[in-house]
């Protein structure tokens, strides 16, 4: 069926910034440095798989061109939280002048939230230091774990989960390069699932590939071992008419012939409930049940018994409101 083997996720990642789908406002200004010729500091943040990392090595690409792989430099903080990581690698890049007639060098420290605070001090002396001949971009999911220090020398830029519309727009092109049939159902199937992360969406199309060339919302479901939406709705709804032998009949069909994790169904709950009319009071003791949930599951909780004292709780509380 092909004859590149790379994953997709790598094949169909954009090589400048114009490629980049779904941040449209971010794109605008980041080339509007590159037409400047001029690089603040920089912090991206926002959750995975909405381009953080894409985004910084496109920017160096347009910045320096053929030359972007001597004056770029990638590092994960996530390997080596510590504060030597800071004092010897990133030191070291940041100290030694640009290559090719470039004015400086860009440094991505990825996962930057893992350094220590003691690291974070260590880079925000060697972000002083070396402003002249290395820029920083800093990546994270959550910003707040950034000392002030740091956040204050940065332009920040927040990435936003990608919209249906985007994730959209990546599917087709995809499936028109791999000659993949893909229906509207499951273009919306695959929104579904990847929850605006395109890496996840990329995957959940790979993964329905690989059994067929006609890509149908059903084959998406059953290979990102997710429930339908409706299905969701439907385990709700016996939750608050009450019926809990029917609710646990589904619960069970879910989980041990569908193979749904626990968890992903605890998420998938939330987001159909946030949605569902109902008595105020009932969503919100049903909302705090889900947390009560997750939190015990996260702590080692036995997932059956767990996920059943769920829908016994749901159903008590929906019997006072009923």
């Given at each position: 069926m092909e004859t590149d083997h790379t994953i997709w996720i790598e094949r169909y990642r954009p090589t400048c910034l114009a490629e980049i789908v779904g941040q449209e406002e971010i794109v605008e200004r980041?080339?509007?440095y590159v037409r400047s010729g001029s690089l603040p500091h920089l912090l991206f943040t926002g959750t995975a798989g909405v381009g953080k990392t894409t985004a910084a090595v496109a920017l160096a690409r347009e910045f320096f061109g053929d030359t972007w792989q001597m004056n770029f430099r990638e590092l994960n903080a996530s390997d080596e939280r510590g504060i030597d990581v800071v004092r010897n690698q990133i030191k070291e890049f940041a100290?030694?002048?640009?290559l090719g007639g470039a004015d400086f060098k860009i440094l991505f420290l990825d996962e930057a939230d893992a350094l220590t605070p003691d690291a974070q001090a260590a880079l925000r002396r060697t972000m002083e230091t070396y402003a002249?001949?290395?820029r920083f971009i800093l990546s994270c999911n959550y910003s707040s774990k950034i000392i002030d220090p740091i956040q204050s020398r940065c332009a920040i830029y927040r990435f936003r989960p990608l919209g249906t519309e985007a994730i959209a727009i990546e599917m087709r092109r995809i499936a028109a390069s791999e000659g993949l049939v893909v229906t509207d159902e499951a273009i919306q199937a695959i929104a579904y699932v990847a929850q605006g992360d395109m890496r996840r969406a990329i995957n959940a199309l790979q993964g329905a590939a690989?059994?067929?060339?006609?890509?149908?919302?059903t084959m998406v479901y059953a290979t990102t071992a997710t429930a339908r939406p409706e299905e969701i709705t439907e385990l709700l709804r016996l939750v608050v008419t009450q019926d809990f032998e029917a609710a646990q009949g589904l619960l069970s069909q879910l989980m041990h012939e569908r193979g749904i994790a626990p968890s992903e169904l605890l998420g998938q709950c939330y987001r159909t409930l946030i949605r569902l009319p109902m008595h105020r009071a009932l969503k919100v003791e049903m909302i705090d049940h889900l947390g009560e949930a997750d939190f015990r599951l996260s702590e080692g909780g036995n997932p059956e018994l767990q996920m059943e004292a769920l829908l016994a709780r749901c159903v008590l509380s929906a019997g006072r409101y009923g």
């Open positions: 980041l080339q509007s100290r030694t002048s640009p002249r001949t290395c690989f059994s067929s060339q006609r890509i149908d919302a």
